[in-house]
């Protein structure tokens, strides 16, 4: 122990425990970075540090304060272990990094816990692995306009639980991770990178695999900058009681802070839900294949804000949802299945689901999307939640709001679209794709649109109710309200059927229904009062 002096120590191997603090530990005055050496190597080792099984409580203890340009402990590409006691390392520094290794950290089963303050520098730089417990990584720095990284940790972490923790100033990356493996009967991974403000920095970046071994595990990524997470996630399956949820969330970040997420496998045989949730304050928002137990939610609207991100306050020109794999929500998935909210600024599309596939087996699925200039809704996909309600809502200002030539497969259907300009010419809703359904219902509302709604093929089940399909501009007129081709098999008993405009209807597609067996009439009606 030292009173802000310079310690260095070569290989030391005990039973017990090892300490070493520069900090005058047991002080009245504690030793600060402004007191320490100045420019001094804080705390280094020119050999392992081993602490063995009779290390009690303590394990491996460091205390570091470095003054100026100084590193404040500097492990090297040496290496650490404990077998009792974990590794506790301490570490406070100015302009210089507060912790930098490339040498590995063992102390299996037991905490590691890594806190580092500085005011301009790097707190942990640390490109080692890390073998514990509970692992815990935390970075400060206390000066707003600091630009280096808080916490770099890109060496593989094996934890029972991961939490990292980086607060900076306008760092252009907060963290920095690489690959994780949570220890099977372990518990939760959380990381949370905010500089002062929010912004476009990037917040988390984390490459390599994550491979969580333990049942119903969380694992969150929360920053006020971006998100970009390309690593291979696998999980086991959710064999407890609690349900698990993936989440993703720069809702405290600006419409800058997008989120980029990395593969995703999950294992059949999960009997409580994993559920997969992305969310942004008007950020772009993309992800790869999903396939999950419970229910997936994309949103960059800012659920749960207190302001809501819109259509005006979105990424200027970015598509605001986008999906690169197919989207499968499971039979844990409740009553959300799968459920998107997007808004897109300018002549940015909403959502883009491509010509990839979306299911759900519970909760059938639900798109809002607000766009301007751009697409609101853009798929030649297939949606697919067989018995369960698919509903598709959108507002645009001039843009087409629905644009679908997939098919759509579902209980009660309702597509929905809303253009605000009263000269927009294009059309609110394109949905050409077969539809088969319960019941449904379409209704669209355009500014001056040469064709309002466009349907192909549509399917009645048997049991299902009525086929409502409602189509007016904002002034009368001689456009094409409504045009639909293809069959239309109704199996419904007493089931209605209407199509309703204050423009033209063109409804050419063949109508076969069945035999009413049932109570009341039913009615086909056109009509364009």
Request: hydrophobic content about 40%; overall charge neutral.
């Amino acid at each position: 122990k030292t009173n802000g002096a310079i310690i260095s120590v070569p290989a030391v191997n005990v039973p017990g425990y090892i300490l070493l603090d520069n900090t005058c530990l047991g002080c009245t005055t504690r030793t600060t970075t402004s007191t320490a050496a100045t420019n001094g190597e804080a705390i280094s080792i020119t050999g392992a540090l081993s602490a063995g099984t009779l290390a009690g409580s303590t394990g491996i203890t460091i205390n570091s304060v470095a003054n100026g340009m100084g590193v404040g402990f500097k492990l090297g590409a040496l290496a650490i272990s404990s077998s009792a006691g974990g590794v506790s390392i301490t570490a406070k520094s100015q302009t210089g990094t507060a912790y930098y290794s490339t040498g590995n950290i063992t102390a299996t089963g037991q905490a590691i816990a890594i806190d580092t303050t500085t005011t301009t520098a790097a707190g942990i730089n640390d490109t080692g692995t890390l073998n514990g417990g509970v692992i815990t990584l935390t970075s400060t720095q206390s000066t707003s306009t600091a630009t280096a990284t808080p916490i770099t940790a890109t060496g593989t972490i094996t934890a029972n639980s991961l939490s990292i923790s980086a607060t900076g100033g306008t760092s252009t990356t907060i963290v920095s991770l690489g690959a994780m493996t949570l220890n099977a009967g372990g518990s939760n991974i959380s990381v949370t990178a905010n500089n002062a403000a929010a912004g476009a920095n990037t917040g988390i970046t984390q490459t390599g695999a994550i491979t969580n071994n333990a049942v119903g595990s969380n694992i969150s990524f929360v920053s006020n900058h971006k998100i970009n997470q390309t690593g291979a996630m696998t999980l086991v399956a959710n064999s407890g009681v609690a349900s698990a949820n993936i989440v993703y969330d720069t809702t405290t970040g600006t419409n800058a802070s997008s989120i980029t997420t990395g593969s995703l496998t999950v294992p059949s045989g999960s009997t409580s839900a994993i559920n997969y949730l992305v969310k942004s304050n008007g950020g772009i928002i993309s992800v790869p294949a999903i396939a999950v137990p419970g229910y997936i939610l994309l949103d960059n609207t800012c659920l749960g804000c207190a302001t809501r991100a819109t259509a005006t306050t979105a990424f200027l020109n970015g598509a605001g949802i986008t999906i690169t794999g197919a989207l499968s929500a499971g039979a844990l998935a409740g009553t959300t299945g799968i459920s998107i909210n997007a808004v897109a600024n300018g002549s940015g599309i909403g959502f883009t689901q491509g010509a990839l596939a979306m299911s759900s087996l519970a909760g059938g699925v639900a798109i809002t999307a607000n766009s301007q200039t751009g697409i609101a809704y853009s798929s030649t996909g297939n949606i697919t939640a067989a018995g369960q309600a698919i509903t598709i809502s959108t507002t645009t200002t001039t843009a087409a709001g629905i644009s679908d030539t997939g098919t759509i497969n579902g209980g009660a259907v309702t597509l929905t679209s809303t253009q605000s300009t009263s000269t927009a010419t294009t059309t609110p809703i394109t949905a050409t794709g077969l539809v088969t359904a319960n019941s449904l219902t379409v209704s669209g509302s355009g500014g001056a649109s040469t064709t309002i709604v466009s349907l192909g093929a549509i399917t009645i089940n048997a049991g299902g109710g009525n086929i409502s399909v409602t189509a007016n501009n904002a002034a009368a007129g001689s456009n094409t309200g409504i045009t639909q081709t293809g069959a239309i098999t109704n199996n419904a008993a007493s089931s209605n059927i209407s199509f309703t405009s204050n423009n033209l209807i063109n409804q050419t597609g063949a109508i076969a229904l069945v035999a009413n067996t049932g109570a009341p009439a039913a009615n086909v009606i056109y009509d364009t009062t």
